[in-house]
T-cell receptor, first 117, second 112 residues
Framework: NAGVTQTPKFRVLKTGQSMTLLCAQD?????MYWYRQDPGMGLRLIHY???????AKGEVPDGYNVSRLKKQNFLLGLESAAPSQTSVYFC????????????????FGPGTRLTVL | DQQVKQNSPSLSVQEGRISILNCDYT??????FLWYKKYPAEGPTFLIS?????DKNEDGRFTVFLNKSAKHLSLHIVPSQPGDSAVYFC???????????FGTGTRLKVLA
């Protein structure tokens, strides 16, 4: 049981380049999330998904796109990277809050450190 | 508008003593609260949670207290250990919104 995995772990991009971050979970969770963490800012939600084929905007969606074609995967795309997108990106997943279970915590991946020059 | 606030960026505590981490929120619709611990170069890991129908939840050395009228929650760690040194995030969720709102984190350092 791998939990939540993210690829790649590190990446350096030049301004204007594009890339896709992959998140995979093997816990059959309905919900998946992409966050970015910046110093002094905590975790800010970029986009999220409440099920296969659905996506929604979070707090800081500009400059990012996402897709959830399969329940276990959630992709985050940067079409034209900018230095302001230098950050650590975390993917997370969780059960639906409508599920009859005790805890609704999010499980996080190890993060992707992205630098845009 | 910061809906979840952790006003202390850092905290130092002696080993064996109590660590108290605080979190305030502004949205009265939040009904579920969580604490996460984060070590450098790792993703956050879930520590403990509390539903708004309770005012206390314990798990070993960790206890979370919720004061709904004050919109305040706190995490108590007793006794504190050097391995507890990490960044702690509180998060809040409202049923039906699907989202978790995180605070900015408090860096705890437990001194041996």
């Amino acid at each position: 049981n791998a939990g939540v995995t993210q690829t790649p772990k590190f990446r350096v991009l030049k301004t204007g380049q594009s890339m896709t971050l992959l998140c995979a979970q093997d816990m059959n969770h309905e919900y998946m999330y992409w966050y970015r963490q910046d110093p002094g800012m905590g975790l800010r939600l970029i986009h999220y998904s409440v099920g296969e084929g659905t996506t929604a905007k979070g707090e800081v969606p500009d400059g990012y796109n996402v897709s959830r074609l399969k329940k276990q995967n959630f992709l985050l795309g940067l079409e034209s990277a900018a230095p302001s997108q230098t950050s650590v990106y975390f993917c997370a997943s969780s059960y639906s809050r409508l599920a009859v279970i005790a805890d609704f915590e999010q499980f996080f991946g190890p993060g992707t450190r992205l630098t845009v020059l | 508008d910061q809906q979840v606030k952790q006003n202390s960026p850092s905290l130092s505590v002696q080993e064996g003593r109590i660590s108290i981490l605080n979190c305030d929120y502004t949205n009265s619709m939040f009904d579920y609260f969580l604490w996460y611990k984060k070590y450098p170069a790792e993703g956050p890991t879930f520590l403990i949670s509390i539903s708004s129908i309770k005012d206390k939840n314990e798990d070993g050395r960790f206890t979370v207290f919720l004061n709904k009228s004050a919109k305040h929650l706190s995490l108590h760690i007793v006794p504190s250990q050097p391995g507890d040194s990490a960044v702690y995030f509180c998060a809040a969720s409202a049923l039906g919104t699907y989202k978790y709102i995180f605070g900015t984190g408090t860096r705890l350092k437990v001194l041996a």
